[in-house]
């Protein structure tokens, strides 16, 4: 079976940084997308940002200019490199793998990024 684990999140101030990392094992298909999606409580899970297979990148607006997903096909594992990072960026963030024409998707376990003011 597929699994996705995060890890890489953590508390940190207002301004810096942190590296999220999914790493995944089993039978995934490609090509696929890798993204970032994050939650908070009483709000939809919204997309963070995503990469494709063939390197082609995009990202919520509110994270453009600080944010960079980055992936190593060969080891199955997606980055997020978080910088300049705001109060409002405080969220559970999930790993999510779509093979393209195939309705499973994957989800990992999630990961707390809690920026203090």
């Known amino acids: 079976q597929v699994q996705l684990v995060e890890s890489g999140g953590g508390l940190v101030q207002a301004g810096g940084s942190l590296r999220l990392s999914c790493a995944g094992s089993?039978?995934?298909?490609?090509?696929?997308?890798m993204g970032w999606y994050r939650q908070v409580p009483g709000k939809q899970r919204e997309l963070v940002a995503a990469?494709?297979?063939?390197?082609?990148?995009n990202y919520a607006e509110s994270v453009k200019g600080r944010f960079t997903i980055s992936r190593d096909n060969a080891k199955n594992t997606v980055y997020l490199q978080m910088n300049s990072l705001k109060p409002e960026d405080t969220a559970v963030y999930y790993c999510?793998?779509?093979?393209?024409?195939?309705?499973?998707?994957?989800w990992g376990q999630g990961t707390q990024v809690t920026v203090s003011s």
């Open positions: 999510n793998v779509r093979p393209l024409g195939n309705l499973i998707n994957y």
């Open positions: 089993g039978s995934i298909l490609a090509p696929n997308t």
């Open positions: 990469v494709t297979s063939g390197g082609s990148r």
